[in-house]
């Protein structure tokens, strides 16, 4: 038997990284959100600017990728790699790190195409979090104590955003049931109902094997 991974993709202000934290809570093991950009960045030699400005975000301008790319080299240094734009470097970069961490240890990774990079690693559950937009711009507007105008129109940014970024690299569609093992309305069940569920889905899925 292999680590035990999960992946969490999920809309803006669905509560996606709550189910993902409870999850690696009740289970004692390590999430990787924004560490994992840190990971990527230690690992690849690129700057950690450079990944967090890519994050889950489409193609960035031309003229970016071609001042940032002076900078932006110290590991990876094959010629193929070296004549890529720099979002596909940090991408593959990025792909590489979180495919050594699901061989190092069982985890919950937060978006960044995780279930696409593993979608070969028969130990991984792919979810997907959303939850109705009533219910996400309230979520939003409490958090970053902003108006519910505001909290919609970031929803609606922040969701094109990862639709784009992962309908770009993988060969699937974002929030798309077909793409994942388990899509979970946490407006519904709720943040331990979504984790419920997911580990329901394990004890199901190793019994089966």
């Known amino acids: ?25 009740r289970l004692g093991i390590p999430l990787y959100d924004k560490e994992l950009l840190q990971r990527a960045a230690k690992e690849s030699g690129f700057c950690e600017e450079i990944f967090e400005n890519h994050d889950e975000k489409p193609t960035s301008s031309f ?41 190092h240890e069982s985890c919950v990774i937060v978006g960044r195409c995780a279930d696409y990079a593993l979608s070969d690693n028969p130990d991984c559950i792919n979810i997907f979090i959303h939850a109705d937009m009533e219910k996400r711009i309230k979520l939003v ?5 902003i108006t519910e105008n505001k909290a919609k129109d970031m929803i609606i940014k922040n969701d094109k955003q990862r639709a784009s970024y992962y309908n770009y690299y993988t060969s699937k569609r974002w929030g798309d049931s077909s793409a994942y093992h388990l899509t979970l309305d946490a407006g519904k069940l709720g943040v331990d109902g979504c984790v419920d569920m997911i580990l329901k889905f394990r004890e199901i899925m190793d019994a089966v094997k």
Do not use: C, W
């Open 141 to 145: 507007s409490k958090r970053a104590n």
């Open 63 to 103: 003229l970016y990728s071609l001042v940032m790319d002076t900078y932006s080299m110290n590991g990876y240094s094959s010629s193929p790699f070296l004549d890529m734009p720099l979002n596909h470097k940090v991408f593959l970069a990025q792909f590489d790190t979180i495919k050594k961490i699901a061989d």
């Open 1 to 25: 038997m292999g680590n035990k991974v999960y992946t969490i993709g999920r809309e803006f202000g669905s509560g996606g990284k709550d189910v993902g934290e409870k999850l690696a809570n």
